[in-house]
């Protein structure tokens, strides 16, 4: 990957943390395919569960809060999985340097919730007309109340 060997173990406790905490990061392909084999030994510790393999994932990751997730949250996922933890998917290439992205993320993640974008007046205007005619075919006239 064109760095030296302190470089890249920083760069590689660092990507594993991140995708252990997000659960999905996008990099480069080469990237994600090393990446893939050291999260799925964190995995795997996490999946042994015991202190000796906790304090292993400690001196890997660095992060307790990401070590605490990944042996409290995500080993339950994988208990009766044995391998495959994570999954590439091509995105693009790069503009700059034409390099193929890469998405990685953890198989059986929870999906988040995306928020929904707000409308311009003029869209809801035309939501609020295409609602009314759409019920009854005819705009809604209230009618007058007689005593």
């Known amino acids: 990957m064109g760095r030296t060997s302190s470089h890249r173990l920083a ?9 252990i905490e ?7 392909e ?8 050291e999260t799925e030994k964190m995995i795997t510790l996490a999946k042994k569960g015991d202190l000796h393999a906790r304090r292993q994932a400690l001196a890997f990751i660095r992060d307790k809060d990401v070590v605490y997730k990944l042996f409290e949250e995500i080993k339950n ?18 503009h700059g340097d034409a390099a193929p992205i890469s998405v990685i993320e953890l198989i059986g993640r929870v999906e988040e ?3 929904k974008k707000k409308k311009g007046k ?5 939501d609020k007309v295409k609602g009314l005619i759409s019920k009854d075919k005819e705009p809604k006239v209230e009618a007058e109340k007689t005593e």
């Open 122 to 126: 003029a869209q809801e205007a035309l």
């Open 113 to 115: 919730k995306k928020t």
């Open 22 to 28: 997000h659960e999905r990061i996008e990099t480069t």
């Open 11 to 19: 760069m590689m406790r660092n990507m594993v943390t991140s995708l």
């Open 77 to 94: 996922r994988y208990l009766d999985r044995n391998g495959g933890y994570t999954k590439i998917s091509k995105l693009r290439y790069r």
């Open 30 to 37: 080469a990237k994600a395919k090393e990446l893939r084999q």
